[in-house]
């Protein structure tokens, strides 16, 4: 009988060794191409690992940048802490001065012999004096005396600070919200505090209207990038001075923004948030003044505080996706080996179960194959009570055409006369080499005597055909001996060797032909 095509084809010198030509690529395609289960264990613990150690790399990487941009926020609140800090003592300075300023006028004016002085002042403050405008203003609202020209026709009753002070007799330094001047043009901050008559009563205001650039010089010192900002607010929302770049603005209402709600909770601070004004996003830090009603704050845009971080996070990204195609390299190269070397080991394996159970001359079973097929024919013939040969084939005068051309003709002789037996019988037959010139056959599911019969004729008229061995014709004869199941014994080996003796029958009886064991017997 003809095996499977594993038992009776021999195997490539690509499939034995796993080096054949293209292996390499399979095992690629197979990696590739194929379900992580049908890979070996030890590729999917490959697989595995490399899985979990680029998930450790991302890990890692995501904490990191997360740490790298808590550190940026930090680090840029630290700095606008500080810098919030200067810039109060930066605007405070400019008030101080300003109101020593207006004290020195508001006492000159409140003294019976104050005129010379006051005169004298503002001769030399007209010359040198650095802000906008100066003025004392009487109780009716009307100039006095001011640093500016032309002001016999101005009056201030209606600005917010003069009701104030005359209706509130404290002594009270009074810082209002930006206005343009009447007088100059120009947008101004008034600084001011009430003149008192000898009896007490309503005497007037002295005014210096400070310019806003005055609280923002602080801006080009501090150097602190673009689109970061200093503001000084007061505590109704109105923003007195905002410079962002070299935008100067005041007169904003933010009383419904961030730093003024978070004002009224906590008298200095730093939060995040996207400006009202601009829609830009900053890191602002922020301080209550503790003597003035005024908010002072320093503001870093995201994109100057998170410059170094996203120029990190770029490069770690980068580190990160280099060491994943490093990993996924090696894992790959792994794989392919380790698949390259389980598939040599096991092509090896196979060939040594291939040569263990087949004749390494003709191919076909060896007598221990022989031996597990004919046990499986007879548990499949008990199961189905079906009956079955065992045939015994020895070839007629082998020996003296070996002995005529040779050993290599011999062989081959043997190589044709397997291959003549393996096509005169079915695919699911069994076709063994016993040794020498002696074959053994499991012709299955026969159902009587006669159709035994009529296979070891055919075996016999398939041998009988001449065959060109080295240039001359060689016709062989065929001596067949044959064991029935059940009906001469139900074991292999007493099947083996029935067929065996009904052989050598057959030689006595003259050769080429077939003789069954219960004749002999």
């Known amino acids: 009988m003809k095996g499977s095509e594993s038992d009776n084809t021999m ?37 595995l690992c490399s899985l979990l150690l680029i998930f450790g790399i991302w890990s890692i990487y995501f904490y990191q940048i997360q740490r790298d941009y808590d550190s940026a926020i930090e680090e840029n609140s630290r ?19 300003a109101d020593g300023d207006i004290i020195i006028i508001k006492n000159a004016c409140e003294l019976s012999n104050g005129s010379d002085f006051l005169t004298t002042y503002f001769s030399l403050a007209r010359h040198n004096f650095t802000q906008s405008v100066i003025s004392v203003i009487d109780e009716q609202g009307g100039v006095v005396i001011s640093t500016s020209q032309n002001t016999q026709y101005a009056n201030f009753a209606h600005r917010d600070y003069f009701p104030f002070h005359r209706d509130n007799p404290g002594n009270t330094l009074h ?23 000898g009896d007490g009563s309503f005497g007037g205001v002295v005014f210096i209207g400070l310019r806003t650039d005055y609280f923002t010089e602080f801006y080009g010192v501090m150097d602190i990038g673009e689109d970061n900002l200093i503001s000084v607010t007061n505590l109704n929302g109105i923003v007195l001075a905002r410079q962002v770049r070299d935008n100067l603005a005041s007169g904003q209402n933010v009383t419904a923004g961030e730093l003024q709600r978070r004002a009224r909770i906590q008298p200095n601070g ?12 900053r890191i602002r830090s922020y301080r209550l003044l503790d003597d003035y009603p005024l908010i002072v704050s ?21 580190i990160a996706l280099l060491s994943n195609l490093f990993i996924i390299g090696m894992a790959a190269l792994l794989v392919v080996r380790t698949e390259r070397n389980l ?73 044709h006369i397997a291959q003549v037996l393996t096509r005169a019988v079915r695919e699911t037959d069994t076709v063994g080499r016993v040794g020498g010139d002696e074959f053994i056959l499991i012709i299955g599911e026969i159902r009587t005597r006669h159709d035994a019969a009529v296979v070891a004729a055919k075996l016999i008229k398939a041998v009988n055909q001449p065959v060109l061995i080295n240039g001359h014709s060689v ?44 004749a002999v017997m």
């Open 79 to 97: 700095d606008t802490m500080n810098l919030v800090k200067a810039f109060e003592e930066h605007v405070r300075s400019v008030i101080v001065n």
């Open 475 to 518: 016709t062989m004869g065929a001596s067949i001996g044959i064991a029935l199941y059940p009906a001469d014994t139900e074991d292999s080996k007493g099947l083996i060797e029935r067929a065996d003796r009904a052989m050598y029958e057959s030689k006595r009886m003259g050769k080429n032909r077939y003789s069954f064991i219960d």
């Open 298 to 318: 320093v503001g870093i845009s995201m994109d100057t505080a998170l410059r170094y971080y996203v120029e990190q996070k770029r490069i770690n990204i980068l």
């Open 343 to 415: 598939r040599e080991r096991n092509n090896y394996e196979r060939e040594i179960l291939y040569l263990a159970n087949h004749d390494a001359l003709t191919g076909l079973p060896t007598l221990r194959l022989v031996h597990d097929r004919l046990t499986m024919a007879l548990g499949m013939a008990r199961r189905h009570q079906r009956m079955f040969a065992v045939m015994f084939l020895d070839l007629d005068n082998f020996k003296a055409a070996n002995d005529a051309f040779g050993h290599a003709a011999g062989d081959e002789l043997l190589r």
């Open 11 to 47: 195997l490539s010198d690509g499939e034995k060794t796993g080096t054949g030509r293209g292996s390499w690529f399979g095992a690629v395609r197979r990696l590739t191409g194929a379900r992580l289960g049908s890979l070996s264990r030890s590729s999917q613990l490959i697989c």
């Open 270 to 281: 730093t939060f995040i948030a996207r400006s009202a004004v601009d829609g830009i996003e």
């Open 175 to 197: 810082i209002g919200n930006p206005v343009a001047g009447t007088l100059t043009g120009l947008n101004v901050i008034p600084l001011t505090r009430r003149i008192n008559k």
